[in-house]
Nanobody, 121 residues
């Protein structure tokens, strides 16, 4: 089992920045690729980005590419989502997930409870 806890959400004005954190416990953190997803009210959960086990490879959804950056610190069992140039359409609950497969947007077996990000115009 892997337990994931997100933090860092909040209210920010358009153009601002936030950094989300996802702390993991349980099994060896470095065995898992990590992903970030989001779900806006009334919409399906969508992929934001992912990072491989060692933090050497990342990929992102087109909607956030160039604005969001994922990083991880395996020593702290934590993955981060740095969000810059935020837009109102980035408003959503953000979730981190853990997967033993890097490159698949669906193979996530563990999820956090989510943290709300609200971007005002």
């Amino acid at each position: 089992q892997v337990q994931l806890v997100e933090s860092g959400g909040g209210l920010v004005q358009a153009g601002g920045s936030l950094r989300l954190s996802c702390a993991a416990s349980g099994r060896t953190f470095s065995n898992y690729a990590m992903g970030w997803f989001r779900q806006a009210s009334g919409k399906e959960r969508e992929f934001v980005g992912a990072i491989n086990w060692y933090g050497t490879r990342t990929y992102y959804a087109d909607s956030v590419k160039g604005r969001f950056t994922i990083s991880r610190d395996n020593g702290k069992n934590t993955v981060y989502l740095q969000m810059n140039s935020l837009k109102p359409e980035d408003t959503a609950a953000y979730y981190c997930g853990a997967s033993q497969t890097f490159g698949s947007k669906s193979a996530y077996g563990y999820w956090g409870q989510g943290t709300q990000v609200t971007v005002s115009s």
